[in-house]
């Protein structure tokens, strides 16, 4: 008997298959993040670099250089001149107590009417939405009038509710497309084992929503953080104040020493930077959701 020979391995060139070609739109995608990256940083670089440098290193340097001496101290001397942690404390306080209110309210109304079949709950939810278009400046004046006859002007407390009523109507309709994406088996479901619609609400559809409420989270977080309008007409007590509204004083009176300006803005910022670095793996989800229409 002749031995038969050992088949030939297929060669690498072979197996390899033809050279894949570069992917340029991803090279291109890239190429747009690290630019947009870049465009991003830039401003909050260049305030990180004057917060640290004395007067004369701002005056006789480069925008972009290094501080020849890092002026650490800046940022003590601008918390103090600006009251900062008053500040910080204000605006905490506002923000900790109306962003997850108002979530929990808007999370109700939008619940009802997505999921609950009533007599008119499309005309209620248009008009709802219709609140989301009225400008903040127009109601300005009626705002303070109404504030004022409920002697809540100067309170951080009494503040809270315009600040609540102008932030319902974009988050019920932000989160009406959410719960509508629902799968309404899952209310047959619960409703067969016994739950009524407290119970559906609570268990069943508000842990189902937490990348949308963590998304409204962040923006109605950086919203009442940064409002300004409201705060000016209705705070007019400093101890009351909030973080815009001590960043512009703070500019009006030491506006000319821009280490220690810049130094004040970058600390008020950061609580902002922190909530977001918390809750920015929910965002893109939770945005991309609510986004979606039953």
């Known amino acids: 008997m002749t031995a038969l020979a050992p088949a030939r391995a297929p060669s690498a060139r072979a197996t390899a298959g033809p050279p894949r070609r570069p992917d340029y739109l991803l090279i291109g995608l890239w190429i747009g993040l690290v630019v947009s ?110 504030m004022s006859s409920l002697s809540l002007l100067d309170s951080t407390n009494g503040i809270i509710l315009p600040y609540l009523a102008f932030g319902l109507p974009y988050q019920i309709f932000f989160l009406h497309g959410f719960f509508r994406s629902i799968p309404a088996d899952l209310d047959e479901a619960a409703r067969i084992d016994g739950a009524g619609n407290l119970r559906l609400f609570l268990t069943v559809i508000l842990p189902l929503a937490k990348p949308a409420l963590a998304a409204l989270f962040i923006l109605d977080f950086v919203a009442t953080w940064n409002e300004y309008g409201i705060a000016l007409v209705l705070l007019q007590d400093q101890t009351q104040a909030t973080v815009p509204l001590a960043l512009q004083a703070f500019q009006s009176q030491f506006g000319s020493n821009y280490a220690q300006l810049n130094a004040f803005i970058v600390m008020s910022i950061l609580p902002v930077l922190i909530v977001y670095l918390m809750f920015q793996r929910f965002f893109t989800q939770g945005a991309i959701a609510g986004a979606v229409k039953g």
């Open 37 to 146: 990256c870049l465009i991003w940083l830039a401003p909050f670089v260049f305030m990180v670099l004057t917060s640290l440098k004395s007067t004369a290193d701002i005056n006789n340097s480069a925008i972009w250089s290094l501080p020849r001496q890092w002026q650490w101290h800046n940022y003590a001397d601008a918390a103090e001149r600006g009251d900062l942690w008053t500040v910080v404390k204000n605006s905490a306080y506002i923000a900790l107590i109306k962003v997850p209110l108002g979530l929990f309210l808007s999370a109700a109304a939008a619940f009802a009417i997505a999921r609950l079949r009533f007599r008119w709950h499309r005309g209620l939810l248009i008009v709802l939405t219709l609140g989301a278009m009225v400008p903040v400046q127009v109601a300005l004046a009626p705002i303070f009038t109404m």
